[in-house]
């Protein structure tokens, strides 16, 4: 009979399932409390008291209120906001859909438990897919926009500038007087082209005779 295969240490906790699901757990918590937050405040502002029925609740969700249109704008501002959360904790574009729809499914089965009824309410499930479907566009958009990102490798250019002084150093003092003298004689020829009559004498023996 062959033995169990051993599992390396550190896989199982390394499963990708459980890091979708913690994944899955920090954008819900997330999700909930900056909704919880603009509410809070919009509610503060408004003068009306706050409850968890604004947050988990369907029936305030209407078309005929003023407290209906606000919390549909505030729940559009906290799917924007969310956006920034998926892109934390996400970061691939081709992910991005599958977590914004299950952030908007678990919200519905906490509606669904909190309210012990189904949703009937044409405005919160339009609210719904439209929220799931901005969140989901710009999600992917930040994401594709992070992964397309040119990757700057810094560095090189202080090492090529270092390597080229230390080159330069290292050359032999011989190379350098060399290059000098080089540089003198085509200086010259350079004089002597231009007609600057600068010429060079070489001393008379004693026997020679001028003519």
């Not at 896989?11 to 900056?34: G, M, N, T």
């Not at 809070?40 to 249109?69: C, K």
């Not at 691939?92 to 499914?105: E, G, N, Q």
Request: charge should be positive; hydrophobic fraction near 45%; proline fraction near 4%.
């Amino acid at each position: 009979m062959p033995g169990r295969r051993r599992l390396p240490a550190g896989s199982r906790s390394d499963l990708p399932p459980l890091k979708i699901i913690r994944k899955i757990l920090l954008l819900q918590v997330a999700y909930y409390v900056c909704a919880t937050v603009l509410i809070l405040f919009t509610t503060v502002v408004y003068g009306t008291p706050f409850s968890l029925n604004l947050v988990f609740g369907w029936d305030y969700l209407r078309g005929d209120t003023t407290v209906g249109w606000m919390l549909g704008l505030v729940w559009m501002l906290n799917c924007v906001i969310s956006v920034i959360f998926l892109l934390l904790f996400v970061s691939r574009s081709k992910l991005v859909p599958d977590f914004a729809l299950t952030i908007h499914f678990l919200h519905l089965v906490a509606t669904i438990l909190y309210t012990r009824s189904v949703p009937s309410n044409l405005l919160w499930w339009g609210l719904q897919f439209a929220s799931a479907g901005i969140m989901t566009f710009l999600g992917m958009w930040a994401c594709q926009h992070r992964e397309l990102k040119p990757i700057s490798f810094g560095g090189l250019a202080s090492l090529g500038g270092s390597s080229s002084q230390a080159s330069s150093s290292q050359q032999p003092a011989g190379d350098n007087h060399l290059e000098s003298g080089f540089g003198r004689g085509r200086g010259r020829e350079r004089s002597l082209q231009a007609g600057t009559g600068e010429y060079e004498m070489d001393e008379m023996k004693s026997g020679e005779r001028t003519v």
